[in-house]
């Protein structure tokens, strides 16, 4: 039996053969040519081709994966567009053939990509530039993409996989993705999570382990290679009673979130984009409680405009049917930089320009937003949330900007309905001015990630201090306690919707601290409603 560690991307056990993802192998070779013009038509011959077979990738992941994890392919589609200028200075300049022109940009724009360390999200796009590179090349070749079509489910490995390659596979046939290359922040990544199967990154599987017996432990991060029968005995065991509880669970679909005694509690979901909504209704969420608009500036090249952005929450509002959708206003800064927004490195950013903080000083990106939330909120029922709040100020500069907006709408006949305005409560500063809040807003939402650090003076980023966070705290837990009962005196209602909305050891404790609402990652729902129905 073989061990092989790397990074885990999402949890779960998966238990299969392993089949090595093939790749079509098109050798690029540097050849001399006579006539650069012609070359140059050949590449765009090539290139409208290329097109053409993202715009069927991106239409075919909408159906499968939505529409937010399909536009990785229009970033393809600007890869592709930005080609133009390099490949036909390489041709003219040094008189050589479209294949090495287009190659040799790939690996120049890959090059560039891997060097950004400061933004994951970029850096993790190398693998996007390659795969478009070869497109084209096969496109001129004549070359044919491999389908990779399985016989039976299977534990898929690749040194890493590109969008386009995920995107045709048959997903009902992989049961784990494990790449040796790759990131959190891939596309491969996401796309598990969005699947809800194991992966692993940055794990050294050899390339003979194609067609024998694997085992993915997406929790410790590892995966078996021909597992001993004793190993492979208990991961049986352990999938067999996962798959029970699994089922157990899917019966407390439909039932009401209620404690035997009557309390009634709202259970939400967490979701960073449109293709996270069908796990959000496979787990039953009464709505959802955390929309993090931020992943549709981290997703983007520019400031995406309010056209873009109110598509996104018009098709959430609408997809959800009537049930209640919180959208948090721009959160970036700190640990999710954007380069386009050209902010400058700071020594502590956590403590730094973020959030609110970036609205009320840029107020032509926060009208932006505001403007495509009130004209999504005619479509559903919609509410605003401002985050990373510390002062009464800032809550009322918020709402006369909002105020502000709404007015123009008004006066352009724009539909849109009024929308409950809530607050992130996550610095100690809101809590202890909460009563004061409470009589501005509709409603808390109480981040506990962030409170955590700020109450603890510690970087929940530091792995070097993990034994330090503990969210457990009974400082936290008492500013939890401060900040429901100063809602409720003011009639704004409370909800939690950090990690610790999540955690089973504290949903009991959390109900009789007199919470409204949690919210949490969509696949806690369920066993997060059985604990309190389970309570008197």
């Known amino acids: 039996m073989e061990m092989y560690r790397g990074k885990a991307s999402f949890k779960g056990v998966a238990i299969g053969r392993i089949a090595e993802m093939k790749k079509a192998s098109t050798v690029v070779r540097r050849t001399h040519i006579e006539d650069p013009d012609a070359e140059i038509e050949r590449y765009h011959r090539a290139k409208e081709q290329a097109q053409s077979e993202i715009l069927a990738l991106k239409e075919k992941a909408e159906k499968e994966v939505g529409e937010a994890q399909a536009e990785i392919f229009e970033v393809h589609a600007m890869f592709l567009d930005d080609f133009d200028d390099s490949v036909e200075n390489i041709i003219r300049e040094q008189g050589v053939n479209a294949e090495y022109a287009v190659a040799a940009t790939g690996d120049n724009t890959a090059a560039m990509l891997a060097a950004m360390e400061d933004n994951p999200y970029m850096q993790a796009r190398q693998t996007d530039v390659k795969d478009v590179a070869d497109r084209v090349i096969r496109d001129m070749s004549g070359g044919d993409g491999d389908a990779n079509r399985f016989s039976e489910q ?42 809800n199967i194991p992966a692993l990154c940055q794990t050294p599987v050899p390339k003979d382990a194609d ?18 029968e004793e190993t492979l005995a208990k991961y049986r065991r352990m999938e067999e009673e996962e798959a029970e509880k699994a089922r157990l669970l899917k019966e407390l679909k439909g039932k009401e979130t209620v404690t035997k005694s009557g309390r009634k509690i709202r259970l939400y979901a967490n979701i960073g984009g ?9 787990n039953d969420a009464a709505g959802i409680g955390l929309f993090r608009s931020e992943f549709l500036y981290l997703q983007s090249k520019d400031y995406p405009t309010e056209e873009e952005q109110f598509k996104a929450y018009r098709t959430v509002v609408e997809m959800m049917a009537g049930k209640e ?32 903080r970036i609205c009320l000083t840029r107020e032509d990106i ?31 500069r918020a709402k006369q900007i909002a105020s502000e907006v709404r007015a123009e709408l008004t006066a352009q006949s724009v539909p849109f309905k009024e929308v409950p305005l809530g607050i992130m409560v996550e610095t100690p500063a809101a809590v202890m ?3 004061e809040l409470a009589e501005l807003v509709d409603f808390f939402s109480i981040g506990t990630n962030d409170l955590t650090q700020y109450t603890l003076a510690i970087d929940r980023q530091n792995q070097k201090l993990d034994r330090f966070f503990n969210p457990h705290h009974p400082a936290v837990l008492r500013e939890i306690q401060m900040t429901i009962e100063a809602g409720h005196r003011h009639n704004t209602w409370v909800g939690i919707c950090g990690e610790l909305g999540a955690d089973p050891e504290l949903t009991e404790t959390f109900v009789k601290m007199g919470i409204d609402e949690l919210s949490m990652s969509p696949g806690s729902i369920l066993p997060v409603r059985k604990i309190i129905r389970e309570m008197d």
């Open 274 to 282: 449109i293709g996270d909504l069908n796990f959000v209704r496979d």
């Open 366 to 396: 926060f009208r932006t937003q505001l403007r495509a939330l009130y004209r999504a909120s005619a479509y559903g029922n919609l509410d605003i949330m401002f985050p990373m709040i510390t002062s009464v100020w800032e809550v009322e």
């Open 211 to 228: 067609g024998r017996m694997g085992i993915v432990d997406g929790a410790k991060g590892v995966i078996y290679v021909d597992p001993d």
């Open 325 to 356: 959708v919180v959208v948090r206003t721009l959160d970036i800064g700190a640990d999710k930089q954007i380069d386009y927004f050209h902010l400058d490195k700071e020594e502590n950013p956590a403590l730094g320009y973020r959030a609110i």
């Open 154 to 195: 299977v534990i898929l490995v690749a040194d890493d996989l590109a969008p386009s390659e995920t995107v045709q596979l048959d997903k009902s046939m992989v049961l784990a993705f494990v790449t040796r290359e790759g990131s959190t922040n891939s596309h491969t990544a996401i796309l598990a999570r969005t699947m």
């Open 433 to 435: 001015i909460a009563d």
